[in-house]
């Protein structure tokens, strides 16, 4: 018994035209013309956009001049892709007396040599910056101890779109610290074309997607002058830092910043070395050198 779903006909062209008949509930899945024949235009279309024949090379992925912040270590730029995009968000992670505050410092000079550069609830020592060629005269300096205060400070420093490099604490998630507020310190540093450095241990979940750029920071190397004891002095460290992730360009990559010590200090005369983390793989190490 076949029951009547309707008694509307339908013209389904094909091929070729195809007789006009009646659904019904038995028979209205059958198959009763030939299946769509693609269009020659769609199908023109979908070869000119077939990616498997486009070539590529690295300079797709390479960024212009004035759309990165280059630090100025060659090494670390190459690690970098070039330098850190502007108009993005990046972290620098790594336990205290890392090195990361040292890499913080660096961004900050270039920053400041051309613009202005802020930091906002992080503590800092102005000769130390001064010795790393930041210009504290176009410095500014928020005192703020509240997670939510220094979001609230971020958000202010990017609106204004003065300033090309701003330095905060890595906040914790929590209320007013969230992807709400990541989302609008994001699109405020894209509209200010400045670079957001969030300064921590280590970025939460929301800070980790909303980042461009990923820096892991440690101490791989200390030396010391003098004999050992009390009497010796510390001549300088080298930092590593590790690229865990970038947006446009591969992960993985590595350079070795030596940093020397502003303070002035006694000739060297007992140079010692201390190896704190064994260096990665050759492939990956790349060395340079700042002040």
């Known amino acids: 018994m076949s029951l009547k779903l309707c008694h509307a006909v339908s013209d389904i062209p094909g091929p070729t035209q195809q007789p006009r008949f009646v659904l019904d509930i038995e028979h209205m899945f059958d ?36 759309a990165v912040l280059r630090t ?5 730029d190459r690690a970098l892709g070039g330098g850190l995009p502007r108009g993005t968000i ?4 790594g336990a205290a007396s890392s090195g990361r505050m040292a890499v913080a410092a660096r961004l900050l000079a270039v920053g400041t040599s051309a613009g202005l550069g802020a930091v906002v609830g992080t503590s ?16 500014l300096v928020v ?9 609230r400070a971020a958000d202010i420093l990017l609106r204004s779109g003065a300033f090309a490099v701003v330095v905060i604490p890595a906040l914790p998630s929590g209320r007013g610290t969230g992807s709400a507020t990541w989302t609008r310190l994001a699109s405020l540093a894209h509209r200010a074309n400045a670079v957001l450095i969030a300064v921590g241990f280590e970025a939460s979940s929301e800070l980790r997607y909303f980042a461009s750029v990923r820096l892991e920071t440690t101490i791989e190397r200390v030396r010391w002058n003098g004999p050992p004891g009390h009497f010796g002095t510390l001549a300088g460290y080298d930092v590593r ?9 591969a992960p993985g990559a590595s350079a070795l910043i030596t940093c020397t010590t502003y303070e002035d200090h006694a000739p060297l ?6 190896v704190l983390a064994a ?6 190490t790349r060395t340079s050198t700042a002040v």
């Open 269 to 274: 005369v007992a140079l010692r070395e201390h």
């Open 124 to 139: 800092i020592f102005p000769p130390a910056l001064a010795a790393a060629g930041v210009r504290l005269e176009r410095l």
């Open 72 to 76: 100025g270590i060659a090494e670390f």
């Open 31 to 66: 198959i009763r013309f030939s299946p769509m024949v693609l269009p020659a235009a769609f199908a023109e279309l979908r070869e000119r956009f077939d990616l498997r024949f486009r070539e590529t090379s690295q300079a797709a992925f390479t960024l212009a001049d004035d």
């Open 90 to 93: 990046a972290t620098l992670e």
């Open 241 to 249: 830092a590790t690229v865990r992730k970038h947006k446009r360009a």
């Open 279 to 284: 260096p990665p793989a050759p492939a990956r």
């Open 143 to 151: 005192s703020t101890s509240e997670p939510v205060g220094a979001a």
